[in-house]
């Protein structure tokens, strides 16, 4: 989320980054093995929205390479 917001990309949040909503959710298009794994924030808000693999909780994932994502709300 710092990533984006930084760069000047919009983030969907009701939470601020407390990993509460969900509404950061993004879709990895490539590059996913270049963002960290899954903590137990994210691993809750993925059973609790029903969220697919390729769907990451922006807040909640560190990158550590090039990543192509895309956002329902871009």
């Known amino acids: 989320m710092e990533s ?6 919009p983030v969907a949040s009701s939470c601020h980054g407390d990993g ?4 950061c ?9 270049n963002l960290s794994k899954e ?3 994210e691993e809750f ?3 609790k929205h029903k969220l697919s693999d390729n ?6 994932v560190e990158i550590n390479g090039d990543i192509v994502i ?3 709300y871009w």
């Open 4 to 9: 984006l917001l930084s760069s000047g990309h």
């Open 45 to 47: 808000l993925r059973e």
């Open 20 to 23: 509460v909503c969900a509404k």
């Open 25 to 33: 959710k993004i879709t990895v298009v490539s590059g996913g093995d």
């Open 55 to 60: 769907v990451r909780i922006s807040c909640q």
């Open 39 to 41: 903590n137990p924030t």
């Open 70 to 72: 895309d956002a329902t």
